[in-house]
T-cell receptor
Framework: GGIITQTPKFLIGQEGQKLTLKCQQNFNHDTMYWYRQDSGKGLRLIYYSITENDLQKGDLSEGYDASREKKSSFSLTVTSAQKNEMAVFLC?????????????FGEGSRLIVV | GDSVTQTEGPVTVSESESLIINCTYSATSIAYPNLFWYVRYPGEGLQLLLKVITAGQKGSSRGFEATYNKETTSFHLQKASVQESDSAVYYCALGDDGSFNKLTFGAGTRLAVCP
């Protein structure tokens, strides 16, 4: 089996700061995703990537940048951290984008803005 | 847009009791969505529990079952006898049956099973 590793587990930054989350997967999956989860709410898609160097915007992409430098890694940058976006960020991957494909998730990274 | 509503947690049950976590969906842009239950155990990442992509079918895994009911737009999760190890957060989700499997998740239901 494979694993998805997200770093760091906790990211603490100041308001207005640019902050970056990293995700690595060893499934050799083509597609990777970044989701945001706010307390008491469902996951919302920020960005996804169907292959190396590809980027697609999700429902919540404003205020974020993403980078798929290689097949195994997918980074997410908060361009200017705000206190109202403290949340848990989840990285996921899947074999492809086809309907019904299973997503495999990392444990999540919690963003704290002070 | 699409939405998923599920039982608000936390839900607390005793070991060996039966469980049902309700899930209803609204798929305004998708005629026949794919339906999923994902689960997050303590200290682990979210993982697929079961999925059903055909209306009327039932999915099962680890003693849990869910039936895709298009008439009532529901996908309730049931287990006849829960164990302490089932304590986790359960998420119902729907996905597009088109080319991109974009998932819409419910808010999650935290389940605590007492010994």
């Amino acid at each position: 089996g494979g694993i998805i590793t997200q770093t760091p587990k906790f990211l603490i930054g100041q308001e207005g700061q640019k902050l970056t989350l990293k995700c690595q997967q060893n499934f050799n999956h083509d597609t990777m995703y970044w989701y945001r989860q706010d307390s008491g709410k469902g996951l919302r898609l920020i960005y996804y990537s169907i292959t190396e160097n590809d980027l697609q915007k999700g429902d919540l992409s404003e205020g974020y940048d993403a980078s798929r430098e290689k097949k195994s890694s997918f980074s997410l940058t908060v361009t200017s951290a705000q206190k109202n976006e403290m949340a848990v960020f989840l990285c996921a991957s899947s074999i492809g984008t086809g309907a019904g494909n299973t997503l495999y998730f990392g444990e999540g990274s919690r963003l704290i803005v002070v | 847009g699409d939405s998923v509503t599920q039982t608000e947690g936390p839900v607390t049950v005793s070991e060996s009791e039966s469980l049902i976590i309700n899930c209803t969906y609204s798929a305004t842009s998708i005629a026949y969505p794919n339906l999923f239950w994902y689960v997050r155990y303590p200290g682990e990442g979210l993982q697929l529990l079961l999925k059903v992509i055909t209306a009327g079918q039932k999915g099962s895994s680890r003693g849990f079952e869910a039936t895709y009911n298009k008439e009532t737009t529901s996908f309730h999760l049931q287990k006849a006898s829960v164990q302490e190890s089932d304590s986790a957060v359960y998420y119902c989700a729907l996905g597009d049956d088109g080319s991109f499997n974009k998932l819409t998740f419910g808010a999650g239901t935290r389940l605590a099973v007492c010994p």
